[in-house]
């Protein structure tokens, strides 16, 4: 395997320009602060291998669906996160010769991304072909604490001439999604102003009026003095920018401080958006850049004081899960319950930015451990306030009643169109049923239930009333013509997981039903009255769950991944020829269809799910039969299996798919991440630490642990969040060691013993 | 329903511009003669509802597939039949003013396809704008005798002036499809040239170089009598015309009769098509246009002695007999075998103008029964030529044996790319191997076997025998992952008629094996040489066919549509609510996969092509099961119904049936002829008669007849070709009277009784 980075605890470092898969590092590199984000594209002109990145949370597209064949019921649009105005160029020439690093011997190349203060740093020597060298560095970051805020510092040195460093700094809104389905441009100019030292550029969608005004300021520094400059003004269709001229002598550094502000139509009227980004802008320039930094850094480490997972004795290990951590934090904050979390993040177009199941399934349990329980909460409001679209896509389909929440989406409506996940992936439903579940049980916060969780709850039950048929063959309720989580199978039937994860809701949306009823009287009437919510709906959901059929193999007691799947040819992944691994990329769909091999946790996605209703013995049945036949080519595979080895005290097998999700995007496992980070997965890698090497998990609103520690650590240690509680949990080869960081005492069950630590106090269990 | 069209035994009349459905009339009045088609566009400026087509036989487009979401294994293109140079065209102004009606008040508007002689006619007068009116006629073939050759005389009459009437008659090879993937043009201009009374144009594909070269002439005639002009020259881009202008007196006539012959690179070099063509039209030229057209008509009425039907009692049945016998002869006459039957002919763009299975199942026994058996025999011979490419197919799927037949293609690649039919709708394969046998079986041909079937025979078997797996859970092979006919399902197991015609390929190939090998060693020597074929293979073939799995419903007595079918929740179509229906236009594709409904005969598709080996009892089980939850959307449907009603003595049924297909395009049943005739379908209307109604089979190298009248009718006849020996089958309420029109005795089964039927003699069975 390729080796694209360095090792480092805090930092990922590349120490030579690899043209070749530079959109690798691009990716890898990227910055963001939950608002916005910025693939690590370089500042200068650059005319090799890149992917233009610059995104603004929530700001999408409705680009028109594109389709082979029409189906009824397809969506008209898939929505994308817009790629735009590129903020960060700063157009470079040296004696009129501009500087672009595929076009010059490049020396000394070095990126760091520093992920402990959140900045990316850049420097190289480059000799231009009239022979001139130069020094350059750039170190630009965006603001955690200012979020409209980005900044970038620039600096060319002469090495072995003196002469004048033109430097353009502008804002291009003349930007391309490279996926726009009709290779369309999405923006259209609103107004423009360049002025010595300064520029500001509105752009608006050609559809949904999105507007993003972006203002820039900046400073010329020589010798790391002010340098008082008269800059020429640009102007074009979508674009401004300044020329500013700076003459150094030999060993003279120059450098440009650029100052951007971002502000949008999300969180202003268009016609207040130049004013308001003025005011940030000039309160920004006003700190200077020096400050900016250092609140940056300051937050950064406040950050990773509640989420960092030490691992010590293996360097690459501890980069990679803070390498997860700090991308999930780039990512999504929580504030803003408009937002959500898409596969790629800031760091790609690819799956067009889009809400998956992802965010119910991986990501909620990594906020609802490593920060306040109101980010999950946001994560399950934005869900919440999608209702109406759930249910008006359940209508589209032909259901009278009922919600069905997207595969895709943007704003609530279904955004896909390939009719196997469209209309077949159904078990997503169950997946956002579950989540408010795993948070309620986390947390605590039963308050949810009637505030929120029922009308989702309600809604979603009544889908699956619908949803299930009653077989007059088999005498049970069967659910035909679905896709499961295995999206190696199309339009199966009666998927064990999709029928569990149906009657499971039901079961939860009853119990939930009664403990409103019990405990919020009057709210439940409410409810009852607002939802038209019958006895007899209750009375079939009942039946449904006791009727419910499960395929299952009688002989190896198992649960059947679907009706027939023992009709298959049953052979082992590593029965394979590795060559034609992963057999996505070497199969024909046809072969991949027919074959028994499972893409990712189907089965044993329920058994992960609702491990507290199964026992060990059914669980390493079911995973001793499918972790051999799944090939894992999901980013969200190996997590759950790494997790149920653990359980299962397959440690080896537990460590071992831990790798593979661990250094997914670092290591190029995929051969994709020139398309973005698998931002989504990464919450996976650190659900594997914590739930699966941590054993963590909530037990009779206990915290309970059960660790242990891969071979080759020497220790490792997490923190989570826990109902107002911030504790430690520290694993060496023969020591657990339990701090709690709070004014509470708790009580923790580690491996079935409970403790109790006090306020501020620790405890260590010898475990050797 | 709306009532499109008059009733008339041998015409298609329209009495009345409908502007609104103009283009269901286009397809209905539809001209071709196997080689070129057009649809029933205006040679006048038109700026109503119109799709221009005009189509050349085996000129195609290999049109960048559009695709949502890739799959491996799907198709680089779709190859699109060609819109080409509209040759058609004579612009027409009477003072100045350019005729358009629909810009004007046109009174007694006729068009008239004559289908006894092969022409179409229009009639109308036209108020224009300056309120002069014109009487115009037009008249236009496209020759059966000349296959390059198309005329049309058109005459303007001013009815209350007199004044200047100007023709420009052109061709204009600035054409486009209305289903291009990327709304490119598909033409480029390769040479023009206008001269007075004369034009020529050249154009070539943009991509595989065919090479379209039509030329014009034309006689302007007034009063009947040549008239002498001197005509300005028009070229264009891609364009070339001429403008000549005639002064008419008040009820003068004045006409144009323009020739235009349209030479290829599929029958010349492109360096030769000029002169080539320029030979054809002068040839045609110099014959003129009355004889032209009486020859014609005298071709027609041969045809039509071939494969006319003819009902008594029942002017509408007999109407729609006749126009979908008719389309069949336009669109295929058997002389080229590179040459296939696209679902719709040459009447419009839609499925692209390729081959389907349609082909196979549909048109083979109407081109065995009417026409010379080489017809039927180069149908064939079309999908021996592209074995290669089926072999292909069948490795790019990953299989290591076999050929996969695509399911739509021009030159034997696959061009469709919806997984669910492009991997999945396999038994198209079966099909192929089923018309081998149909025609050995229909003609008595076996040495066809050696010669060609057999090559496409074993590597049809190769492929069953690894699509097929053993299932150890059934102890059975099973065929995973397949759509039936029925492509209301997709992605089913055990597809009953799928494993049932993949079973029965192999049984035939061990059979036409045998023959082989018994009657021409020496060529039996040959052929498994070159195929390489080994003992063990049919070793297997023969284990599966042994060992294959059927799916049946025990209780019922009925063979099961595939694995799960009885897990659906069993609705019958009458219970439907009417306006649901069809249900593609009024479901969600969710919907309908999961609903019990049928498309079209699957099934009973399997019951149809293998009725020699299942008794009645079983077929009519099955027919009474399936039928109520069949609803028809395909064209294809109904007439197989019908003809197992027929064989059941459902009469009712079998009629109803019948009428579903019969008048499909002229009633505008589905709603969708505006995009052309559903030609393959009609082959299946003819089979309804003489097949279903008929009772026309062979059984051990004989005729066989069972024939019975519906009771509306009072009599129908119908000829057939077999073994070069001509009959005609009449049947009345109380006879059925058999001609033989030949030179040489048969003896013909009916109704169970051997008769001997003397050359060119007949007999009389009474019946009641």
Not at 281 to 295: C, T
Not at 367 to 396: F, S
Request: charged residues 30%.
């Amino acid at each position: 395997m390729k080796k694209y980075f360095e090792l480092d605890p805090w930092n990922i470092i590349q120490d030579k320009l690899d043209s070749e898969d530079n959109r690798i590092a691009e990716s890898i590199f990227s910055i963001g602060n939950g608002y916005m984000g910025q693939r690590a594209n370089f500042e200068e002109d650059y005319s090799g291998e890149t992917l233009q990145g610059s995104y603004m949370a929530g700001i999408y597209y409705p680009d028109k669906t594109r389709v082979g064949w029409w189906k009824n019921g397809y969506p008209e649009y898939f929505a994308k996160v817009l790629n735009s105005t590129n903020w960060i160029g700063i157009g470079v020439k040296i004696d009129g010769e501009a500087l672009d690093i595929a076009k010059c011997k490049v020396k000394d190349f070095k990126r760091v991304l520093n992920m402990k203060h959140g900045y990316l740093y850049r420097t190289f020597t480059a000799d231009i072909e009239s022979g001139k060298k130069v020094k350059v560095e750039a170190k630009r970051f965006v603001s955690i604490v200012n979020k409209e805020i980005g900044a970038v510092k620039y600096s060319v040195t002469p090495l072995n001439f003196s002469g004048t460093i033109e430097f353009s700094p502008f804002l291009d809104g003349d930007i391309k999604n490279t996926d726009s389905n009709y290779d369309e441009k999405f923006w259209s100019e609103v107004s423009k102003k360049a002025e010595n030292g300064r520029a500001m550029l509105t752009v608006k969608t050609k559809k949904l009026d999105f507007y993003l005004c972006s203002l820039m300021k900046y400073d010329i520094l020589k010798q790391g003095k002010e340098y008082e400059y008269k800059a020429k003004t640009l102007e074009r269709e979508k674009f401004v920018g300044n020329i500013a001229q700076v003459s150094a002598g030999e060993n003279e550094e120059v450098a440009i401080i650029k100052y951007v502000s971002n502000v949008t139509s999300r969180d202003f009227k268009p016609e207040e958006l130049a004013e308001a980004g003025e005011k940030i802008l000039q309160k920004a320039y006003a700190k200077g850049y020096d400050e900016l930094l250092s609140e940056q850094a300051k937050a950064w480490e406040e950050k990773w004081k509640e989420s960092d997972i030490i691992i010590e004795g293996d360097v690459s290990a501890q980069q990679a899960i803070r390498f997860n951590i700090f991308q999930l934090n780039q990512t999504y904050t929580g504030e803003d319950d408009r937002l959500n979390i898409g596969p790629k993040g800031f760091t790609g177009e690819k799956y067009g930015g889009s809400t998956y199941w992802d965010t119910e399934a991986y990501c909620v349990p990594f906020y609802l451990a490593t920060a306040d329980k109101k980010i999950a909460r946001n994560l399950l409001i934005y869900r919440y306030k999608q209702l109406e679209k759930a249910k008006e896509n359940a209508r589209k389909l032909g259901f009278k009643k009922g919600a069905l929440y997207p595969m895709v989406t943007m704003n609530g409506e279904e955004c896909h169109n390939e009719w196997e996940i469209t209309f077949e992936e159904i078990h997503r439903n169950g997946a956002i049923a579950y989540a408010i579940y795993n948070y309620v049980n986390y947390t605590g916060d039963k308050a949810y239930l009637g505030e929120y969780g029922l009308d989702v709850l309600v809604e979603i039950s009544r889908f699956w009333a619908e949803r299930v048929n009653y077989s007059e063959q088999k005498h049970k309720y069967v659910i035909l013509g679905v896709t499961g989580p295995n999206e190696y199978e199309n339009n199966v039937s009666n998927n064990w997981y999709t029928n569990r994860i149906a009657a499971w809701t039901l079961e939860y949306t009853i119990e939930a039903l009664g403990y409103v009823k019990d405990n919020e009287a009057s709210r439940y009437d409410e409810i009852i009255k607002k939802l038209n919510l019958e006895e007899t709906e209750m009375v079939k959901w009942k039946d449904i769950i006791e009727n419910m059929y499960y395929p299952v193999n009688e002989e190896l007691k198992i649960f059947l991944q679907q009706d027939g799947y023992m009709d298959k040819e049953q052979i082992l992944v590593k029965d394979l020829d590795p060559k034609e691994l992963p057999i996505n990329q070497h199969w024909s769909w046809d072969r991949i269809l027919r074959s028994c091999f499972i893409k990712q946790a189907d089965v044993l996605q329920g058994l992960y799910f609702l491990q507290h209703l199964y026992d060990k013995d059914t669980i390493r049945r079911n995973f001793e039969f499918y972790e051999p036949r799944t090939v894992h080519e999901s980013s969200l595979s190996p997590c759950i299996h790494s997790i149920l080895a653990a359980k299962l005290n397959k440690e080896d097998k537990a460590y071992e798919l831990y790798l593979r999700t661990a250094r997914l995007d670092l290591d190029n496992y995929n051969n994709d991440t020139e398309d973005g980070c698998h931002i989504t997965s990464m919450a996976g890698t650190w659900m594997s630490v914590v739930e699966g090497f941590g054993g963590l998990k909530v037990k009779n609103d206990m915290l309970t642990l059960e660790p242990f520690i891969p071979g080759k650590w020497d220790s490792f240690s997490f923190k989570v969040m826990f109902r107002d509680t911030l504790i430690k949990v520290s694993v060496s080869k023969d020591t657990i060691k339990i701090n709690n960081e709070s004014e509470k005492d708790i009580k923790v069950l580690v491996r079935n013993t409970p403790y109790v630590i006090n306020a501020l106090k620790s405890i260590i269990i010898y475990t050797e």
